[in-house]
């Protein structure tokens, strides 16, 4: 071995450090999740940097600027991100290769551009011709958009401190490297300490750095589990790179809900906002079918109203088989067992295949009513009204449930053009009064069943 440098084991979930391997990690308990890498006695000095000595403060004594938040220019990412791109803050985009994640940092910067903010974007990746045959895609930018293609970050560090730039883009973290850690990049080592340094420079330097990070096989940011912890706010593209729709959910922000997601269609010209996703989802819906029905559901504050599809057909097979599309594959058998149990229906002769239309993921409880109509709907073969809107949870013995924000829903739903709304009866008394739609309130799944059907 090199003198000077040593082998360290590192957990790729959280990034504990041993001198041997373990099957399973001390910290996080997972199994099977060290690798081995090799690690020059300095390293730690690179995470140091040039610091100031600071004195504590005292809570008064801090002042917020009026303008704490930077608009991205999008209102879908506005939304997700808690209204704005926050100073200082460090943000972590990840998402599967081409789902979109470099070109909606690009569209941000062009947008910052058209607001005279100067904007940095870093590119370990692609050359700078091929980042300006993407730029001229999405329109004119600006000129204070500066590019540069480099993965050493010592240099990189160097160029911001030169320029200060009021955000930076960085694309991607597992190309970045530091020179005294001997690792390749994309090592767990070098991931964990260049977004240290990164950190460093967004706290510093009060400058705002988005970071691209590529995703495993389990759908995860790649690299250690802490490059999650360290950052403030972590964004996860979703949805099928070959579908024209794309969503923005936030996984975790410091400075805002993580319930909010944000829609997006992927176009020629880059990602277009969708305003209305209720409507964008129930596009193409079929006329005249039976196993279909209209639920709601809330991601934080917007209400979105979802397809919910489900086929039922005797099975050939010892098992029959159950499939789950966009929702909890889990809920979807407990479901069914409470209709067996509650509602006299036997399914357990029959395949059973639930869809959400769209692609969209949804494990919100109330839709929950909408399943299991969808699957009585496709049992009888009865076609439910297309002017009808269910949601509700459903509890084990079969009662419709109390949900949140039951009059939002009823709003959106009004607002879409429908009817008729199924909805649990206990929440008749939080409601006010509103014309022009039907409400039916339902106590247990026999009542809903006998209301729609």
């Not at 391997?21 to 140091?48: D, H, I, L, Y």
């Not at 407990?334 to 209709?339: E, H, N, T």
């Not at 459903?394 to 009662?399: F, I, K, N, P, Y």
């Not at 939002?408 to 008749?428: D, H, N, S, T, W």
Request: glycine fraction near 10%; charged fraction near 25%.
């Amino acid at each position: 071995m090199v003198k000077g440098k040593k082998t360290i084991y590192f957990c790729q979930n959280c990034g504990y450090e041993s001198g041997k391997w373990m099957g399973q990690c001390p910290g996080c308990k997972e199994w099977n999740t060290f690798v081995e890498e090799t690690v020059s006695k300095t390293e730690r000095a690179s995470t140091r940097g040039r610091r100031e000595e600071k004195s504590p403060v005292t809570l008064s004594d801090i002042s917020l600027e009026d303008e704490s938040r930077i608009s991205s220019g999008m209102k879908e990412l506005d939304r997700v991100l808690g209204g704005g791109i926050v100073r200082g803050s460090l943000v972590l985009v990840g998402g599967d290769p081409g789902i979109g994640k470099s070109t909606i940092l690009l569209q941000v910067c062009k947008n910052l551009t058209d607001q005279k903010r100067k904007v940095l974007y870093i590119s370990g990746e692609e050359s700078l011709a091929q980042i300006k045959m993407r730029a001229k895609r999405i329109g004119e930018f600006g000129e204070s958009l500066y590019l540069l293609c480099e993965t050493n970050l010592d240099l990189i560090r160097k160029a911001i401190e030169k320029m200060r730039p009021e955000v930076v883009v960085i694309d991607s973290i597992q190309t970045m490297y530091q020179e005294d850690i001997s690792s390749a990049p994309g090592s767990v080592s070098q991931v964990r300490e260049s977004t240290s340094i990164l950190m460093q420079i967004a706290k510093g330097m009060n400058i705002t750095i988005f970071i691209v990070g590529h995703v495993t096989k389990e759908g995860v940011v790649a690299g250690p589990r802490v490059l999650e912890h360290m950052v403030d706010t972590v964004l996860y593209f979703e949805g099928d790179r070959h579908a024209v729709y794309r969503i923005l959910r936030g996984v975790k922000n410091r400075f805002g809900s993580t319930n909010e997601i944000g829609v997006f269609e992927m176009r020629t010209e880059g990602l277009a906002e969708v305003e209305n996703p209720s409507e964008f989802m129930l596009n193409g819906r079929p006329d005249d079918a039976s196993g279909s029905v209209v639920a709601c559901s809330m991601e934080g504050t917007r209400p979105i109203l979802i397809e919910i599809q489900a086929l039922i057909c005797q099975s050939n097979l010892g098992i029959p088989r159950r499939t789950a599309a966009g929702t909890d594959y889990n809920r979807v058998n407990l479901l069914m067992a409470v209709l067996e149990k509650r509602a006299g229906i036997q399914l357990s002769s029959c395949d059973a295949y639930i869809n959400i239309a769209g692609g969209i993921k949804m494990n919100e409880p109330a839709i929950d009513l909408g399943i299991i109509l969808a699957i009585v709907s496709s049992y009888k073969d009865k076609v439910i009204d297309e002017k009808t809107i269910v949601f509700g949870e459903v509890g084990l013995s079969g009662e419709v449930r109390a949900i949140s924000m039951a009059e939002q829903r009823i709003m959106e739903a009004k607002k879409l053009g429908f009817k008729r709304v199924i909805y649990p009866k206990v929440c008749e008394n939080e409601r006010t009064k509103i014309e022009g739609i039907e409400l039916v309130g339902v106590a247990n799944v026999r009542e809903a069943i006998r209301a729609i059907l």
